[in-house]
Structure formats: structure tokens, C-alpha cells
């Protein structure tokens, strides 16, 4: 088992990537906390610690890694704001850059002291391929803020290069999650809104959140120990 007696903490875990990252941990081994806002999704989540963290919440999200004290931290909250710039209110651009940024700041800052009196540590950010990788229709605050995460990412791991401590980011392109779904159903033409999903898709499928979880798990184990400051894209052939 690959992540044997490690303690993991992960936000956003109550469903999706998050969800599946959350049940690959705990199949290798890992000392799973896992964390979200809906903490009754959370309830049949079997196999690991599990609580309420909003990561809007500093004090909260704070106090959750340092009772966890992680030795990986995978920060996979996020939300997408469907719009482009002419349809962004600056609410909606605060929240993006909030949850999807401030929260891994926020949650790296916290888990970053333990991490460097240990000498090790893996931390593991949810990007996307809406970013610097590739421009995607109607995703201007959520691709803005998911760029940001790959900036962060790189800085974070330069900083603590020479540390032990790596960080590393994961930009998946369309994958099959509750949220995925409930974006399909808000376009009035679900099927449409599939088909026109799928056929952006070399490969002819969307991907599945626990092929994004692998790679969490590669990236939060020692068998990457040689890497950091990476973007690691797995979208199906979508950026290609
Ligand atoms: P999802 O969107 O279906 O679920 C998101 C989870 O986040 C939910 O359980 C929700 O309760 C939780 N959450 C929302 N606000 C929160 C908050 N303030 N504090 C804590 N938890 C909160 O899951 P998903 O689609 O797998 O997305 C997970 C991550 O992957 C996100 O960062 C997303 O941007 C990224 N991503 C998803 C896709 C995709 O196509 N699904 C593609 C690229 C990147």
C-alpha cells in the first residue's frame, strides 16, 4: 500500500474527485481526514475521520489541518462560475478567487509549520485545464482563478524545494461528478449539453473521478518523490 500510515487531510471530499480521492487514500493505507462544507454527504464515508470544514472559514479550515496535522494535503475545493467576463458581477469574482485560491493559500499556510519541523510532506492542488493550459468558453472567473492555482503551485514548491515538502497541481479536463451534472441540467438541453461535452473529447468520454484520484495518490506518494512545481494534465486528450 502505497500511502501506508500517512495522514492525509482533504477538502471538498464529500463528493467527485474529492470523494474518490478520499476512497483511494483510505485503499492505500492513508490516515484519511476527510473534509466538506456538506458534511452529510460525508456520513457514509467509511474508513476515515470526517468533518464539516468550510474552506471560506480561515479559523475553521485552520483548525481542522492543525488537529489533523497532515503529512499530504489535497486541496480540491473549488466552483465554477459559468459566464463570461461581460457576465462576472465582482461577487462572482471574489468567490471563485476565494474558494478556489484563497482556500489552498489559507490551507498550505496551515499545514506548512508541521510539514517543515518534519522535514516532508505532499501537497496535492486541484487545478484545471481551464487555466493557462487551454481557453474554455464561458469559464473567464473560474479559468482566472484555476491559472492561479498553477502559479501558486510552482511558487509554493520553489520556496521548499530544498525541504522535503513538494507540491504539486492536477489539471483534469471534463470529469463525471455531481456538479458536472448539475451544469448539464442548468444549460435546459442536458443531452445536448453532453453530447457537446463529449465531442470536445479526443478520446470520446468524459473522464471519471477516480482516474483523477490515481493521480492524486501518485502525487501524494514517495513514488514522486523527484517531482515538484508540476501541473500534471489528465483530460482525455481535451488540451491536446
Ligand atoms: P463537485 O463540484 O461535484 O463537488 C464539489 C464539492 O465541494 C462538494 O462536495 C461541495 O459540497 C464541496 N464544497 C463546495 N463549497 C465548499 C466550501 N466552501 N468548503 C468546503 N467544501 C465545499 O466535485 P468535482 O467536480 O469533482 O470538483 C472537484 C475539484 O475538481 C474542483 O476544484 C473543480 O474545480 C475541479 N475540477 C473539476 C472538473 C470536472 O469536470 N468535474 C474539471 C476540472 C477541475
Known sequence: MRLQGKRAF?????????????EAMIREGAIVTATDINADLLADLE???????????RAALEAAIREADPEILVNCAGIVHAGTIQQATDDDFALAMNLNVRSQFVAIQAALPAMLARGAGSIVNIASVASTLMGVRNRFAYSTSKAAVIGLTKSVAMDFIATGIRCNCIAPGTVDSPSLHDRLRATGDYDQAMADFVARQPMGRIGSSPEIADLVVYLASDESRYMSGQCLTIDGGMSL
Open 10 to 22: 482533504i477538502t471538498a471530499a464529500a463528493q467527485g474527485i474529492g470523494r474518490a480521492t478520499a
Open 47 to 57: 474508513g476515515a475521520t470526517t468533518g464539516r470544514v468550510d474552506v471560506l472559514d
